[in-house]
Each structure stands twice: as C-alpha cells, then as structure tokens.
C-alpha cells in the first residue's frame, strides 16, 4: 500500500467488541464512552444473522455454480435493520467529500456537523488543528443530540440544548452545570463517544460500530488504483441528487456488470465495448473492474469527446468502476471522476448523491453530466424492474452469466458478512 494516502484517527479501549466479523465475546463495559457504546452494540437484538443458513448457501458458491441473494434480501424490513446496524454502522462507512463537509450549504466554514451512519447518529467536528472527528451525537447525561439530524454549527465547542453539558471538538467534557461540586464525578469518565475516522483520497469514512478490521484491511488494493487519479485534488462542479425505488443492494449489482449495457445503454456502447476490460481480484472489502474506449473516444460522452483537462499520469484508454463496501461507488475516467454514494431509505427505496469532479474549476462539465444522468437514469428504470420482480411470489435467485463474477464476487461478499464475517477477508 501507497503511504501518505489516507489519515485514520483511532481512540482503542481494550475492552472494546462488535458483535460478528469474528468477535461474539462478551463484555464488560468501563464507564467510559466508546466502551458503552461497544455494549450497546454488542447486546443489539441485530446481532443474530438475518437470513439463514440454508437460504444464503447458493450465494455462497464458487462462480459458476452460486446464485443471486434469496429475495428477502432486499425486501424485507428486518435485513436492512440489521445492514444499516451492522454493515453500515459496524464497517467504514462514506459520509461524504472532506472539503464538502467542513462547509455549510451556504457554503460557509463550521465546525460541526450532525450525522447519520447506518443507524447510529454521529457528529463530525473539525477543530483548528484541521483534523476531523467523529463522536456519538448522544449526550452523556442524558442522551439528548448534541445536534439535530442534519444540523450545522461553527462554534467552538458543542452544547447539548438539554441541560447545557459542554463539550470540546474532541469529545472532552468541560462544563456540566450542577456537577462541579458533586464527590466523585469525574469529567473524563463522560467524554462524548469516540468512533474511529479515517479521510482517504478526500473521502471521510466512519466506523460507528467502534470496532472492526482496520481501515487499512478494508481498503486494501483498492488504494493502488485510486490514488493514482489524485481525487482529493479535483474540484466537484456538478451533483445529481435521485430517489430510486430499489435496494441499494441492486443498484451495486447493476453498477458491476455490462451484460446489461447492449439493451439499456446504447448510448455508453457507441463509446465503450460492452465486453472489454476485466474484472479485479484483488485484497479489501471492494469489487470493480475496467473497460476500454472505443479507437477515437476520449472519454465518456455523447460523442466521445472531452471538453475537460486529462488526469495526468493516468491511462487514457481505460475507465474503472470501482464499489466500496458498502455505500462509495467510484467511477475514475482520464478526464474526471464520477462518485456514486448510496444511502439506503427503505428496503425498496434509495437515495443517490452523484458528483462529477475535474481537474479544472473552469471545466464546463456538461458533457460528462449529460452522459451520465442519462445512463444512470437508465440504470434507475431497470433497478426498480427488478426490484418489482423480486417482491414477487415466483421469483427464484438466478446464476451468473460469464462476465458477471464482479456481481458474484459482490454477493458473496454479502452473504459472508451476513454471516459475520468482515467483507475484506474473501477467501
């Protein structure tokens, strides 16, 4: 792995477990934060797999044998419970561009800012050192929010609106009215929660579960490709925000595979060979693979033509689709890059941030908008087809065509996790 690439900031409590990915031990939680929150998670209902074993064994299969997910995979309320607490709360979750957090949506400087990761709420806050951290928006009298969902502030310190508890942006207690006095009480025993961070290539990834593989492990290879592209350095100059009625498990599938793309995209085909590239196997909770451009195309577009600056250092010829567990779609072309981020709203519902980033803040960025809004409107139409086909009574989880194995790969990536087992370890 590439140094320098990304910054992980890491508070360990030795006592601390997350229930799956190896580790179903008990626990016996301190007073002090991180470890609480560990034993919420760890006595967590959601704990127990959500599929059983028998209807999971066809995914599980070498390719060429295994099948799609059964279809309660993607229909039913109690899997993606058990997903937003465990694979998206309980591994590194994208929460968004480092840049585009720090900013409110005036665009102004903050220093706080409420979150969301799977079901766990969090605050990020960014003190004048520019560091950046994450910590449980739960207050340690209380419970209260430090922030509502969503909110922004750029004081310096976070205040729970409840009984007025004070709070560094680093998670120390400084004042608590009433307390100061009391025999005992021991600020340090009620520090806010602190979740493990980590910025990579200008992405901010959280673990809300506290525990886990290393971000390290869960990035693996992918690190090689991508740091390449420099994407901390390019500038977004558009963002489509879509509401797509199918599990966002469907729509990484759809995003890994082109067997699809002779009758959907004909479009992309004028520009791209449907069957050119390959797929990767390679260490990290990812898949992706590449494809060519056609003899004359600079990138993807209507035309083939760019109206941007090339990524130096990069190969010309070559697109590559990238998808980090669970939510960071990455799709990396010689002149831009395109994020898809994932938020999952209900099992048939799904929210899509899609931003195009440039070299040049002067780049008009139409041409690559124009191509892919339409293409991902026509991935939209056929994700929600098959999201009706899936809540039918005679749907059975079908095989894999030969240029699908970045879809097995992906599926069977699930299936072990339901299992508990960390999506990085895919042996």
């Avoid at 929600?384 to 790969?409: M, W």
Wanted: glycine fraction near 8%; include cysteine.
């Amino acid at each position: 792995m590439s140094t320098g690439t990304y910054v992980l900031v890491y508070i360990p409590h030795a006592s601390r477990r997350i229930p799956g990915f190896g580790n179903s031990g008990p626990l016996f939680p301190g007073r002090r934060g991180s470890d609480m929150l560990s034993h919420m998670v760890q006595t967590d209902a959601a704990t127990r797999a959500p599929i059983a074993t028998d209807a999971l064994e066809p995914a599980l299969r070498p390719f060429g044998s295994g099948t799609t997910l059964p279809a309660v995979a993607y229909t039913a309320d109690h899997v993606l419970d058990w997903e937003r607490r465990r694979l998206f709360a309980g591994s590194w979750t994208c929460v968004g561009r480092d840049d585009e957090l720090r900013r409110d949506a005036a665009g102004r400087p903050i220093t706080q800012r409420a979150i969301v990761v799977g079901d766990v709420p969090a605050v990020l806050t960014f003190p004048p050192d520019g560091t950046v951290h994450a910590l449980a928006n739960t207050c340690r009298h209380r419970g209260h929010e430090i922030l509502p969902p969503g909110a922004t502030d750029a004081r310096r310190a976070l205040l729970c609106p409840y009984h007025a508890w004070n709070y560094s942006l680093v998670g120390r207690l400084v004042a608590a009215p009433g307390f100061r006095d009391l025999d005992g009480f021991e600020p340090r025993d009620f520090e806010l929660v602190s979740l493990p961070v980590a910025v990579w290539c200008g992405w901010v990834f959280v673990n809300a579960g506290t525990d886990g593989p290393s971000f390290a492990d869960h990035i693996g290879a992918l690190d090689s490709l991508v740091t390449r592209y420099r994407p901390e350095a390019l500038t977004r100059l558009a963002r489509h925000d879509y509401e797509v009625a199918a599990n966002w498990k469907v729509i990484v599938e759809n995003y890994h595979e082109c067997y699809h793309c002779p009758l959907i995209h004909p479009e992309l085909c004028q520009v791209s060979p449907p069957t050119s590239g390959h797929n990767y196997d390679l260490p990290g909770a990812w898949v992706g693979g590449s494809m060519d451009l056609r003899d004359g195309a600079e990138t993807m577009s209507l035309d083939g033509r760019s109206s941007g600056r090339p990524i130096e250092g990069v190969d010309p010829r070559v697109v590559r689709y990238l998808g980090l567990f669970p939510n960071l779609l990455i799709s990396l072309h010689p002149d831009y890059l395109m994020t898809h981020l994932l938020t999952p709203v209900a099992p048939a519902r799904t929210t899509v941030e899609c931003s195009w980033y440039f070299v040049d803040d002067s780049t008009d960025p139409e041409y690559a908008v124009e191509f892919w809004d339409l293409t991902n409107r026509q991935d939209w139409s056929a994700c929600e087809s098959v999201q009706r086909g899936l809540s039918s009574p005679h749907f059975r989880p079908g095989p894999f065509a030969s240029n699908e194995d970045a879809v097995h790969r992906w599926v069977r990536m699930v299936a072990r996790a339901y299992q508990g087992i960390a999506p990085h370890t895919m042996a």
